[in-house]
Structures are given as structure tokens and as C-alpha cells.
């Protein structure tokens, strides 16, 4: 019988071989421009003349929206698996099914009441 340490070193060497032979590959096997384009340094490839500087700073509240989005997504996501095996769950699964979206609710109503969501 094998030992299961085994197992796990010989997956990770395997692991890491193929993910070092993938970025090697990628290296040798890369398509290049045989000619660098004047459009290519420019900060728009569209044609578009950039007017103003190509940086500007954003506001911390678009981040904070951003980020209240994917938080709320990836909660929804959590919900389809739930979706999927409702029946096999029974009552005890509706019940944590319930508490999660109570929560969930919970934190979307602190956010719309320090106005976190609000656009300005």
C-alpha cells in the first residue's frame, strides 16, 4: 500500500512540472510582431486621440461599489449549489439557506444605510 505523503509529494512535483513546462512552452511558442507599431506605445490602440492625462485618480466610493457588487455575487453563487440539493436537505437546509440570505440581507441593509450603495 502506498503511503499518503507519497501520494501528495508526487502530486505536487507533477503539479509543478506541468505548470513550469506550460510557461515554458508559452515562452518558446509566443507569436511576435515582426515590426513594432508607432500605435502600439500609444496609451489608445482605437484611433481615439487621447485628451487629458492617461491617469487620473478615482474616487474611493467606485471601489467601494466594486466591491459590494462582487461580495453580493459571489453570495448569490453560493446560493446554487443550495438550489441544486434542496430536496435531499430537507428542513434543516431551507433553515440554512434561510439564516444565509437573512444575513446576506442584514449586510445590504448596513450598506444602504451608510449609504454605500448611493451613486454621487
Known sequence: MQSPWLSVLSFLVVS???????????????????HDSPLKVRPYECG???????????????????????????????????????????????????VFVAVLMLGWLYAVRKEALKWQ
Open 16 to 34: 509543478t512540472l506541468v505548470g513550469l513546462g506550460m510557461i515554458g512552452a508559452g515562452r518558446v511558442l509566443r507569436v511576435r510582431a515582426r
Open 48 to 98: 481615439e486621440e487621447p485628451t487629458g492625462p492617461a491617469w487620473m485618480q478615482f474616487h474611493p466610493r467606485y471601489y467601494l461599489v466594486a466591491l459590494v457588487f462582487v461580495l453580493f455575487d459571489v453570495e448569490a453563487v453560493f446560493l446554487l449549489p443550495w438550489g441544486v440539493v434542496q430536496r435531499e436537505l430537507g428542513p434543516a437546509g431551507v433553515g440554512a439557506a434561510l
